[in-house]
Nanobody, 119 residues
Framework: QVQLVESGGGLVQPGGSLRLSCAVS????????WGWYRQALGKQRELVAS???????NYAGSVKGRFTISRDSAKNTVYLQMNNLRVRATAVYYC?????????????WGQGTQVTVSP
């Protein structure tokens, strides 16, 4: 099992910044990709950014150039730095871990952290 605990959400004005953290614990053997997803009220959950163990990153088009995903393996933490936030970024942000172990697909989610961007 892998446990993911998000923190760092809150209320911020448009144009502001937040850094989300995802504390990782448990058996991460086989986990290949770490990601941040978000789900706005009434909408489907969507990928925001992901990073592989090799450091390859992928971003949703709407956040490219403003958000940065990173991982500190020594601290077992995944980060999402969000700059120049827009009102449409308001959502619950979820940490995700995916991989494969002994041919079994792995997928874990955190409980989410609320980000609200409002004047």
């Amino acid at each position: 099992q892998v446990q993911l605990v998000e923190s760092g959400g809150g209320l911020v004005q448009p144009g502001g910044s937040l850094r989300l953290s995802c504390a990782v614990s448990g058996n991460i053997f086989g986990i290949k990709t770490w990601g941040w997803y978000r789900q706005a009220l009434g909408k489907q959950r969507e990928l925001v950014a992901s990073i592989t163990n090799d450091g390859n990153t992928n971003y949703a088009g709407s956040v490219k150039g403003r958000f940065t995903i990173s991982r500190d393996s020594a601290k077992n933490t995944v980060y999402l730095q969000m700059n120049n936030l827009r009102v449409r970024a308001t959502a619950v942000y979820y940490c995700n871990a995916e991989g494969l172990r002994l041919a079994v697909r792995l997928g874990y989610w955190g409980q989410g952290t609320q980000v609200t961007v409002s004047p």
